[in-house]
């Protein structure tokens, strides 16, 4: 039998509640009061739930990569079409940088910018994620390249690497609440020099 009460409250739905406070506020501007309020949690229920304020934030950093991934895996089905998954995956990004949505920013550029230097747990999952996505991307390249789809002398992994550095350049500049059409016609420029 497990030992203690059982926890009466939606651990998911507090760390979604926590990620978007560290999101909103970056990590050293967020308070435990700020993280109290928004997961309707007790100091009890939260450090025994996660620990300290570091915990809950790695969690809630894994969820928003999840998330990040899970979406990339959609976009990038190898049962679809490489070149239309490259395109569902920057139409996301246009989505996300423009207007309101890119003023909000990305919660891992952000945490890139203030932890990765000095958090190695940070730091970790940070790299990990951008190599993650680089892998993906390549992927779809390497099958859009046998498909006969990249344009000549573009080689898979390192356009993987301009489009990875691209996209999250893309993220930082949606801070400044570009249009869409801005965004898009940075995207059609770059994605019109690797495909045919």
Request: net charge positive; glycine share 10%.
């Amino acid at each position: 039998m497990p030992r203690g009460r059982p926890r009466s409250f939606d651990v998911d739905a507090a760390i979604e509640r926590a990620m978007d406070v560290f999101w909103s506020r970056g990590y050293h501007a967020t308070a435990l009061p700020d993280l109290l309020r928004a997961t309707r949690l007790s100091r009890g229920s939260l450090y025994a739930a996660f620990g300290d304020k570091h915990s809950l934030f790695l969690r809630a950093l894994d969820r928003y990569i999840a998330d990040a991934l899970a979406r990339m895996d959609v976009e990038f089905d190898p049962r679809n079409d490489p070149v239309d998954g490259l395109r569902a995956y920057l139409a996301g990004y246009v989505e996300r940088t423009s207007g309101s949505n890119g003023r909000r920013g990305c919660l891992l550029v952000a945490t890139a910018m203030e932890l990765a230097g000095g958090d190695a747990e940070v730091g970790r999952r940070v790299a990990g994620f951008f190599k993650a996505m680089e892998a993906k991307v390549a992927e779809a390249l390497s099958r859009a390249k046998a498909a006969g789809r990249l344009a000549d002398g573009i080689e898979p992994a390192t356009a993987a690497r301009v489009l990875v550095c691209f996209v999250e350049g893309l993220r930082v500049v949606g801070k400044t609440a570009p249009v869409r059409t801005t965004s898009q016609a940075a995207v059609d420029a770059l994605i019109g020099r690797f495909l045919r």
